[in-house]
């Protein structure tokens, strides 16, 4: 569990630039949301299973902290990204033997 939670967070990094530049009036939950998922999701479907499991051991960069830090800060936001990548993200590590 904590390698998928680790993998999903490394996988986040893209959130917090992206968000940073919307305009305030932007929703974060709409096209930028569906854009930084499918970015995530098509990470995984295209990583050999070796590649996943060698960054499963890097340490996090300052950028994946401040993605956890913004999901923490936002829980409705954190809640649809997670539903639309926990699927497709867990599928591939199951498929890879990282997560039992």
Do not use: H, W
């Amino acid at each position: 569990m904590k390698g998928l939670i680790g993998a999903a967070m490394i996988s986040m990094m893209s959130i917090v630039p992206a968000t940073a530049q919307m305009p305030p009036e932007m929703p974060p939950d709409g096209p930028m949301l569906e854009m930084v998922a499918g970015m995530v999701i098509q990470k995984y479907k295209s990583s050999s299973c070796d590649d996943l499991k060698a960054k499963k051991d890097e340490p996090p960069a300052e950028i994946v902290a401040a993605a956890v830090g913004f999901l923490r800060s936002n829980p409705s936001l954190r809640v649809k990204f997670i539903n639309k990548v926990a699927a497709p993200v867990a599928n591939k590590m199951f498929d890879c033997g990282v997560i039992p």
